[in-house]
């Protein structure tokens, strides 16, 4: 497993980066239960177990940009009151984990990316925390961020990568 941020991020995740923060907020139990049915794969996109829609249904959109479409959650919206943007970001990397666990259980194979993006603040006046989190399944001809995670100056990013391996039962 490869975890990289932008200096941005790393500064919200405590500024060390052989020691990323734990989250003091627990990850949101609607999140974590709608990962128990795990995943499968459906016409080459990794998606819900439960799904049943049309994967061909957004033909603008390739397959990594499905499973993005389909994945991205806004954490801030988990929650009745106001967490920290920081907060956000050190819960989003702690839902990446489970993600992770639920991808594994499933028994899908493949490289997969877990992204957490937060909105820095505007320098124009307050704005609302936000921070999200999707994740796909990596595909080499289909990026969805740059590799130069500096270049994305109004955001802090975190980008997991892992491989997974069903086991062999």
């Known amino acids: ?8 991020m790393l500064d ?14 627990a990850v949101p139990e609607q999140l974590v239960r709608e990962l128990s049915s795990g995943f499968k794969e459906v016409h080459g996109c990794i998606v819900p177990t439960g799904f049943e829609g049309d994967v061909a249904a ?6 990594t940009g499905f499973e993005c479409l389909l994945s991205k959650t806004y954490l801030q919206d988990c929650f009745s009151y106001n967490v920290s943007l920081s ?11 489970y993600v992770l666990h639920a991808i594994s259980a499933s028994q899908v194979h493949g490289e997969f990316r ?7 603040p ?11 989190v999707r994740f796909h ?9 740059s590799e130069d995670l500096e ?10 990568d892992w491989t997974n391996v069903p086991s062999r039962d």
Do not use: H
């Not at 919200?12 to 907020?25: I, K, Y």
């Not at 877990?114 to 820095?120: C, E, H």
């Open 1 to 8: 497993m490869t975890v990289r941020t932008n200096r941005a």
């Open 12 to 25: 919200f995740l405590g500024g060390d980066p052989e020691f990323l923060e734990p989250n003091s907020v």
């Open 58 to 63: 957004e033909p603008t959109l390739d397959e």
């Open 87 to 97: 907060e956000l970001c050190r819960i989003g990397l702690a839902y990446g984990f």
């Open 114 to 120: 877990f992204i957490v993006d937060a909105q820095l």
């Open 122 to 132: 505007s320098p124009d006046g307050p704005r609302a925390n936000a921070c999200s």
């Open 137 to 145: 399944k990596l595909r080499p001809d289909q990026p969805w961020l």
């Open 151 to 160: 270049s994305y100056k109004q955001n802090a990013i975190l980008v997991m």
